[in-house]
């Protein structure tokens, strides 16, 4: 069953400029993850951020969480071409990936 | 660093093989799991384990197996492939249940003809 739906599908942006993509999911959660994916690789972990928190920062990522909505926004600031990526939510209590944002940063 | 290996990369196997594809992680975590991945379906659980010689059924368990006979290796095994079984396989690694961040292998990309 597919919990976390991630907008937009795709994205793309020049370098340096900001990155905003959105996950919204169904059911109760202790906690929702990013992650990332390079072309053809496995996921590596971004942040992860509980559900009695609102907002998170780890270096230019920002995440934020509304439980009312069921939502959840990833910010990458002033991004680089490394960027380049597919971005996946994941929400625990369940483990259940959305399908994901590809986001392209053009140099 | 938590390294998650997996046995292959790129696999080709014809249908009605058994298919064998192995797990290894180096950081004694209790928690395994395997996922496939399909473009526009994103990540599906097919098993997860918490234990050795622990089994639960995820999301898609349907022609699929598992094997957890050490902490360290999780194995996924494809009784009789078919071809709506290729896809990429993803295992995945971590602490406690289902709240901390998994550590996940490479991929395997496994093609049945």
């Known amino acids: 069953s597919q919990q976390g739906e991630e907008d937009p599908q795709a994205l793309s942006i020049q370098e340096g400029e900001n990155a905003t993509m959105n996950c919204s999911y169904k059911t109760s959660i202790n906690n929702l993850q990013w992650y990332r994916q390079n072309s053809g690789r496995g996921l590596v972990h971004l942040i992860l951020i509980r559900s009695n928190e609102r907002e998170k920062h780890s270096g230019r990522l920002r995440v934020t969480l509304d439980t009312s909505k069921k939502s959840s926004s990833l910010l990458i600031t002033a991004s680089r071409a490394a960027d380049t990526a597919s971005y996946f939510c994941a929400t625990v209590l369940e483990l259940i990936f959305g399908t994901g944002t590809r986001l392209q940063v053009f140099p | 660093d938590v390294k998650v290996t997996q046995s292959s990369r790129y696999l080709v196997k014809r249908t009605g093989e058994k298919v064998f594809l192995e797990c290894v992680q180096d950081m004694d975590h209790e928690n395994m799991f395997w996922y496939r991945q399909d473009p526009g379906l994103g990540l599906r659980l097919i098993y997860f384990?918490?234990?050795?010689?622990?089994?639960e059924k995820g999301d898609i368990p349907e022609g699929y197996s598992v094997s957890r006979e050490k902490k360290e290796r999780f194995s996924l095994i494809l009784e009789s492939a078919s071809t709506n079984q290729t896809s990429m396989y993803l295992c995945?690694?971590?602490?406690?249940?289902?709240?901390?961040?998994?550590?996940f292998g490479p991929g395997t990309r496994l093609t049945v003809t």
């Open positions: 995945a690694s971590s602490f406690f249940r289902s709240s901390y961040e998994q550590y």
């Open positions: 384990s918490y234990d050795v010689k622990m089994k």
